[in-house]
């Protein structure tokens, strides 16, 4: 069966447990549209998704065994999906908080579970699409929870010195993330250790770094040209030089997104 979300395109499909080798069925995403200058995403550098349905197709979990891990993980079967268990139904959020479990059993890397972590963070965020404001503590202890749980893992990761990696783009993720936490000393501290390697905009680190100075704990959305500088680059070729801006942009270059609405 397909689902179409948003041009978001989502099929059964027929998956093998790399654990137990039980065939099972689970819906994974096979389309979606491409990034473009408008396209929604925050200064954690996550794309936001109209449907949490949508991130939750990108974990599998098996229901003999209920090893949960990235979908791509598992190995296609070729049985008609309709003829084989379905994986277990769980609020799409739990399915990322399965996998950290599964992650940490298995003695997985810290920066693993932390890409899983922070996907739960966004995807219990999309479950909020179009929420009315009597949701909005619910909201908010849930966005608290799983931002706790990523800044753990994340800093876990950082905290080991023997993995290769773009370490200043962490370090910035990180910033980011303890400064929608409330956590704004140490968010800095994060923010100073970004440096040139991390391949993001000066003006982007430099506004969230004074986001966090002025105790600004609300989720950021990138306006498109800082989407199209991270996500488009142009070829160097056809670059022409950018003048460096003489000071930090605006609040209205970067918006902040509605804490009730974050995903809308």
């Given at each position: 069966m397909n689902i179409e979300l948003h041009d978001f395109v989502i099929k059964d499909t027929s998956l093998i447990c790399p654990m137990c080798q039980t065939p099972f069925a689970t819906p994974l995403l096979m389309a979606m549209p491409p990034i473009k200058p408008q396209t929604v995403i925050e200064a954690d550098l996550h794309r936001v998704l109209p449907d949490a349905r949508i991130r939750g197709t990108l974990i599998a979990i098996c229901p003999a065994c209920i090893y949960t891990w990235w979908a791509t993980a598992f190995v296609p079967h070729f049985f008609i999906p309709d003829l084989l268990v379905p994986s277990p139904e769980i609020e799409q959020p739990k399915k990322f908080a399965h996998a950290v479990l599964t992650g940490r059993k298995h003695g997985v890397h810290a920066l693993d579970r932390a890409l899983l972590a922070m996907n739960g963070l966004w995807c219990a965020r999309e479950t909020y699409t179009g929420a009315g404001p009597d949701k909005l503590e619910q909201y908010k202890a849930d966005n608290e929870r799983w931002l706790t749980l990523s800044v753990q893992e994340l800093e876990e990761a950082l905290n080991d010195e023997t993995w290769t990696g773009n370490r200043p783009r962490y370090n910035y993720i990180m910033g980011e993330l303890l400064r929608q936490l409330g956590d704004f000393h140490k968010a800095v501290k994060y923010f100073d250790m970004v440096d040139r390697r991390c391949m993001l905009p000066k003006q982007l680190v430099r506004h969230q770094r004074q986001a966090a100075i002025n105790g600004n704990s609300e989720p950021t959305t990138l306006p498109p040209f800082i989407v199209e500088q991270?996500?488009?680059?142009?070829?160097?070729?056809?670059?022409?030089?950018?003048?460096?801006?003489?000071?930090?942009?605006?609040v209205a270059q970067f918006p902040q997104t509605q804490a009730i609405n974050a995903v809308s």
């Open positions: 991270i996500f488009l680059p142009k070829p160097l070729i056809d670059r022409e030089p950018e003048p460096e801006p003489e000071e930090t942009p605006t």
